[in-house]
């Protein structure tokens, strides 16, 4: 009975191995377009390896305890709101950029509107238009165990911003 006993918990150990646990690797490919017009690709994403406990931001990895629940990532519009500078994809100011983080889009775009438009801005989420309310707005990516729960953008509207 005592050696039934044990086969079965060895059986149940092997079947919650390395198959149980929440490990995600979401690589992050985009695009940032300088005022000059020049393109340029960047790599921004998100990995969790829980057996050993590192979460990866873009080309940094991190010891922590368990998986975070969620990064901001900031986009903050220059004096003139003529340009934007976000960290995470460039050293410097940029006019736009397309980023595809898992099954998520985020896109950043100049465009001219009837209305008047905080830096003539739109800010794309998976096809939904958003804009600027003030000069910084944050990309908030929630995380679960399989990857990305959910993204939501902070610091915009969805009325372009002629309302007040």
């Given at each position: 009975m005592k050696f039934k006993l044990a086969a079965l918990l060895s059986t149940c150990l092997l079947c919650i191995s390395n198959n149980a646990l929440a490990d995600f690797n979401l690589n992050g490919k985009g695009t940032v377009t300088y005022p000059t017009g020049i393109e340029k690709p960047f790599n921004f994403g998100f990995a969790w390896q829980q057996q050993v406990g590192k979460f990866t931001i873009g080309d940094k990895s991190?010891?922590?305890s368990q998986l975070p629940n969620s990064y901001s990532v900031a986009i903050t519009l220059s004096?003139?709101?003529s340009q934007v500078w976000?960290?995470?994809?460039?050293?410097g100011f940029?006019?736009?950029?397309?980023?595809?983080i898992g099954k998520h889009k985020v896109?950043?775009?100049k465009q001219k509107f009837?209305?008047?438009v905080k830096g003539?801005?739109?800010?794309?989420?998976n096809g939904r238009s958003y804009f600027f309310t003030r000069n910084n707005a944050s990309?908030?990516?929630n995380f679960d165990e399989s990857g990305i729960e959910t993204i939501a953008i902070d610091g915009v509207t969805k009325n372009m911003g002629t309302k007040n």
């Open positions: 991190y010891n922590m004096k003139d709101d976000v960290q995470e994809f460039n050293n940029i006019k736009e950029f397309d980023w595809q896109s950043l775009k009837s209305d008047v003539d801005y739109v800010i794309e989420l990309i908030v990516i």
